[in-house]
């Protein structure tokens, strides 16, 4: 192997090892911090816990010191089960609603004149040039009572009194479509950009008609970025914090919203097991798809 090799080599090695490293800094080490506080006790001091093990000795003594209480807890109480369940069913609710609107609109993106692709791009994500927080404040005008959203259809004629639509579940799922539309929008847009049309005139000249050539065609072809686009919007839909907050009401608690009473309340410990439990039922599903795929040699 000549010299110039050897430093190529390395250098390769570190363009692989970079993912890893940022894995290990920004994901497991937080995560090591998290489930320590998690397995420790509320306490007075600061921060208010009181970890069970500080420096192990050795694996039996990390072993006999662990404490799971904190876990036992969530499983005893039924507001965590059943705040878990609901958190799910919205994101849900959200991804599904996002897919439904985002799939036609990235399909017209893809379909329109290349001159155009750009400009509509920019539409998608404009929202994002406003503070996240300004765009959720701005919903409440439209969607309180006499807000802007009553005024206009009973200018139109279609309502007679305010929907009162604010502090609903209704108002949550407007809010986070809304806010997530575009992680549904790009991924699939990214993937029906590159599809080969000469695949639809071919099923077209083969006797498909259009909605049979976009069932065993586009679709299929499509997965990819229709996965992306769903973990995209499912995944942060599951931790929403400010959107219940603002637009929900008392019946619209989501995990976030119980993570933050959780720490307010000064009981870290409690709510680092949430986290936990929240992560570990995120990463789960998603790991088992990962290797489903790679099973299937890499198709989605």
């Known amino acids: 192997m000549s010299a110039s090799a ?8 570190l363009v692989l090892a970079a ?19 998690a397995l ?26 662990l404490d799971f209480e904190n876990f036992r807890l969530l499983a005893d109480d039924s507001l965590y089960g059943q705040t878990y369940l609901y958190s799910l069913r919205i994101a849900a609710l959200t991804t599904l ?30 929202p994002f040039w406003t503070s996240f927080l ?67 005139e071919a099923a077209a000249d083969l006797g498909a008609a ?11 072809l499509s997965r990819p970025g229709l996965f992306a686009g769903a973990a995209l919007v499912f995944i942060p839909s599951v931790g929403e914090f400010v959107i219940p907050d603002l637009l929900g009401g008392p019946d619209t608690m989501m995990i976030g919203n119980l993570l933050w009473t959780t720490f307010s309340s000064r009981d870290w410990p409690l709510a680092s097991a949430v986290a936990i439990i929240l992560l570990v039922a995120l990463v789960l599903p998603l790991a088992w798809l990962q290797r489903a795929r790679l099973a299937r040699g890499g198709g989605v």
């Open 210 to 220: 259009p909605a049979t050539a976009f069932l065993t065609v586009t679709l299929p």
């Open 6 to 13: 050897v430093p190529a080599a390395r250098l390769g090695r």
């Open 40 to 65: 420790s006790d509320a306490d007075t001091a600061l921060p208010p816990y009181a970890p069970h093990f500080e420096g192990i000795a050795t694996l039996w003594s990390f072993l006999g010191k």
């Open 97 to 126: 609603i996002a897919l439904a609107i985002g799939y036609p609109l990235a399909y017209a993106i893809a379909a329109a004149p290349r001159r155009w692709r750009p400009v509509l791009l920019v539409l998608v994500v404009l």
């Open 19 to 37: 993912p890893y490293l940022w894995l290990l800094l920004f994901f497991l080490a937080p995560f090591a911090m998290v489930l320590r506080i």
């Open 134 to 200: 300004i765009r959720v404040y701005a919903w409440i005008g439209i969607l309180r009572p006499e807000g802007l959203l009553d005024m206009v259809l009973g200018s139109l004629g279609l309502t007679s009194e305010p929907l009162r639509l604010l502090n609903t579940e209704a108002a949550v799922l407007i809010g986070m479509v809304y806010s997530y539309l575009p992680f549904m929008v790009l991924p699939l847009y990214a993937t029906l950009e590159k599809l080969d049309r000469s695949l639809l």
